[in-house]
């Protein structure tokens, strides 16, 4: 069983930074996906063993996902925050089966999760 625990969320103003940080035991592929009140769960970043990232429209441009491999650390530093990213970042590790990185599906093991809110 792989234990993700998430860190670093808060309320903030808009135009502002945060750095989130995820703790896994995981060397897979790891996503951060987030969810706003009463939308669905959306794909932000994810970042390969070796380093390859990916990213959701979203964070283009102003989000950076990152890993320390040896201290089992994936982080996600946010630029320029808006009020539209307020919601619960998660932390997911890839499980077995992949159907795109994009999809939630693709991860089986994740962490509780942690508050961003951005006021305006």
């Known amino acids: 069983q792989v234990q993700l625990v998430e860190s670093g969320g808060g309320l903030v103003q808009a135009g502002d930074s945060l750095r989130l940080s995820c703790r896994t035991a995981?060397?897979?592929?790891m996503a951060w996906f987030r969810q706003a009140p009463g939308k669905e769960r959306e794909f932000v970043a994810a970042?390969?063993?070796?380093?390859?990232?990916f990213y959701g429209d979203s964070a283009k441009g102003r989000f950076t996902i990152a890993r320390d491999n040896a201290k089992n650390m994936v982080y996600l530093q946010m630029n320029r925050l808006r009020p539209e990213d307020t919601a619960i970042y998660y932390c997911?590790?890839?499980?077995?089966?992949?159907?795109?990185?994009?999809?939630?599906?693709?991860?089986?093991?994740w962490g509780r999760g942690t508050q961003v809110a951005v006021s305006s």
């Open positions: 970042i390969r063993q070796g380093g390859d990232t």
């Open positions: 997911a590790a890839e499980g077995k089966v992949d159907y795109g990185l994009g999809s939630a599906k693709s991860y089986d093991y």
């Open positions: 995981s060397g897979s592929t």
